[in-house]
């Protein structure tokens, strides 16, 4: 957005929707770029950023302030659990949600 302020209202009236398209996807792609070379550079900032795995369920229970945490309910655990071929929470030792968004579940080891 600086950068098309800086061009000016003339210059900018001159582009196309596509030119004008072309530019946004250019800038996103500098910006993804320069964003996933800092992450691969500093673990403090992969954290933040990037995320990390973060249990919801222990010993078959749900963690509600871990849920809470996420933006997640319980119906939308149970869901995502159903998909996993685990529809028994009791049958779980620990589900942990990844930072690419899906639920790893640990089941118990067998006696």
Request: proline share 8%; aromatic share 0%.
């Amino acid at each position: 957005m600086v950068g098309l302020r800086t061009v000016g209202r003339r210059a900018l009236a001159q582009l196309d929707v596509i030119d004008l398209v072309v530019v946004l996807l250019l800038g996103s792609a500098v910006e993804t770029a320069m964003v996933a070379r800092s992450l691969a550079r500093s673990p403090r900032l992969r954290h933040v950023l990037g995320g990390v795995p973060l249990l919801l369920v222990h010993d078959g229970v749900p963690i509600a302030s871990h849920l809470r945490r996420v933006g997640l309910t319980a119906d939308d655990l149970a869901e995502a659990l159903r998909q996993r071929g685990e529809p028994d929470l009791d049958q779980i030792l620990e589900a942990v949600l990844e930072p690419d968004g899906t639920v790893h579940v640990i089941p118990p080891s067998p006696p």
